[in-house]
């Protein structure tokens, strides 16, 4: 459990935006809680809100806006002819946040990122398990503890990274909130005093905000880290009301009780941009939205019955009664405005009929089974619910019956990991980091089966495809293999691809400064409110 802290009234009608008199206060309403503030430990985007884009920096960060890769706590780098020794030359002068329950006595150094990968690589460092059952979920999903050989402190500024084989997505791997640095100084403190678990629960890192408090599932306080190596920022509070409602947090936006929300439902779109004291940002996202099978399980394990389910649902209409117009159904694990999409693909084509014939041809009579519905929005996938009825009737039309089961958002992301989960899960994804790996590899390579693969599929071909696509620097090259493995997917049907949304980030009309990620990020660095 997260560690409760009970606010004072103060505190709550500091959140009003009316209330801000001296302090600049920005609130953001928030979509859920995160499952913890160690983004090392998790891969959902509520989370990386919370705290990679708050408390943290990485060695690189993503350009605001964009996918390109720049410098963040390390201000050069250089890699070797071999492409596997990546030498990073690290900021000097970056001071960690000073807080009520941690007073640094240095600057930033290379000793902090060595600690923050060995804990996730090295199942002997002794904070590799500090949280119990800790998987190092994204870290593990993407391979880096086969790809890494080593992380070495060159000296105080300089730490180099050996690769055991060429990893093309490798910069811009590092800029991805799981790759976090963390204080070793802070770790130290923690571990001689017994409190190891306050990491997770405290965060202290180098980024522009730092925690204040966190009341669980109401709100979350931060500051401006006053010695921020980027400079402090304009808003000298964050705070994140946290509203799982979509209404509600449309209701808050226009009283003026936050100044941005996430995932407004979609039948408020229009009300949102004809509102003069509003402003909406819209962008293509680079995401989907899946069913995935336990493809570990019968019937489950064959294609075929996999490929008759997919045949039965009607995505057009998941996609109307969701959207309303702001996504299109989904093909291919990969978004079409990310590079190696193969279009040429044909989609399942919707046939209940047939889908019912191919059933009785596998032999499968009277199946039951569960299809579980996040519980939370999300942008791939805005009222999972309601997506879940739609295929619970789908299927029904083919004889198969379905019970809709959900989970607490945080207890939904660890119990879905499960080998051997029963059901078909509603997830999504919206990339990381824009390089297809990202999808193909972090969601259903075999190295992420009891992680972010909820298929818990393994398929050599496709395997082999996506591992010699990323160690490829050719373009060219890594988009021939991608589409290849697309071809693979689509054959084996170890999802049911759903939806391709349209990011919609509504504001109020004085918020400034704020960038639209195509990562579908969070991050308030930089945001001013206009007077």
């Known amino acids: 459990m997260l560690k409760k802290t009970i606010f004072a009234a103060a505190l709550m009608a500091a959140t009003v935006l009316s209330g801000a008199a001296s302090a600049k206060t920005f609130v953001y309403c928030s979509e859920g809680s995160p499952e913890g503030f160690d983004p090392g430990l998790y891969t959902a985007g509520t989370t990386f809100d919370a705290a990679a884009h708050t408390a943290y920096n990485r060695l690189l960060e993503f350009k605001p806006g964009t996918t390109e890769p720049i410098a963040g706590l390390a201000e050069s780098w250089q890699i070797s002819d071999d492409g596997l020794e990546y030498t990073f030359k690290l900021r000097p002068g970056v001071k960690f946040q000073t807080t009520d329950f941690f007073t640094p006595t240095r600057e930033f150094n290379a000793d902090d990122v060595v600690f923050s990968f060995d804990r996730q690589l090295n199942k002997d460092n002794p904070w590799n398990q500090y949280v119990a059952g800790a998987s190092w979920e994204y870290s593990a999903g993407m391979g880096f503890p086969e790809l890494i050989k080593s992380v070495e402190k060159i000296d105080d500024l300089t730490v180099k990274i050996t690769l055991n084989r060429k990893e093309a997505p490798f910069l811009a791997s590092v800029a991805m909130p799981f790759a976090s640095i963390v204080s070793k100084e802070y770790a130290d403190k923690l571990a001689a005093d017994g409190k190891m678990n306050q990491m997770n629960q405290m965060p202290l890192g180098t980024g522009p905000f730092q925690l204040v408090a966190y009341q669980q599932d109401a709100v979350i306080r931060y500051k401006a880290h006053p010695d921020y190596w980027g400079g402090k920022q304009k808003i000298d509070d964050l705070v994140f009301a946290i509203t799982p409602d979509a209404s509600v947090r449309y209701q808050k936006l226009k009283a003026g009780e936050c100044h941005l929300m996430p995932f407004p439902n979609a039948a408020d779109v229009a009300s949102m941009k004809a509102d003069p004291n509003l402003k909406v940002m819209e962008q293509e996202g680079l995401n989907v939205a899946y069913l995935a099978y336990n493809t570990t399980q019968a019937p489950f394990d064959k294609p075929e019955v996999r490929k008759a389910l997919n045949m039965a649902i009607n995505k057009q209409a998941i996609v109307d009664a969701v959207f309303q117009g702001l996504a299109t159904p989904a093909k291919n694990p990969i978004p079409p405005t990310m590079w190696s999409y193969n279009d040429a693909i044909e989609d399942d084509k919707y046939d209940p009929e047939a889908a019912k014939k191919m059933l009785e041809e596998a032999g ?168």
């Not at 071809?487 to 980030?505: G, I, M, Q």
Request: net charge negative; hydrophobic share 40%; proline share 4%.
């Open 364 to 531: 499968v009579k009277d199946l039951k089974m569960k299809v579980w519905a996040m519980p939370v929005s999300r942008p791939y996938m805005l009222n999972a619910r309601r997506a879940a009825e739609l295929i619970q009737a789908d299927f029904a039309k083919i004889g198969v019956g379905v019970e809709i089961v959900s989970y607490e958002w945080a207890e939904y992301l660890e119990r879905s990991k499960a080998k051997d989960r029963d059901g078909a899960v509603i997830l999504g994804w919206t990339g990381d980091n824009g390089d297809p790996d990202n999808f193909l590899d972090t969601l259903l390579g075999c190295d992420a089966i009891g992680g972010n693969n909820r298929a818990q599929w393994c398929d050599k071909e496709f395997d082999d495809l996506v591992t010699k696509a990323k160690e490829s620097s050719d373009v060219a090259e890594r988009t021939k293999l991608y589409e290849e493995a697309q071809v693979v997917f689509k054959r084996e049907a170890p999802w049911a691809t759903l939806d391709h949304s349209l990011s919609v980030v509504p504001m109020r009309k004085e918020v400034q400064g704020f960038h639209q990620s195509p990562l579908g990020d969070f991050a308030f660095d930089g945001v001013d409110l206009a007077e």
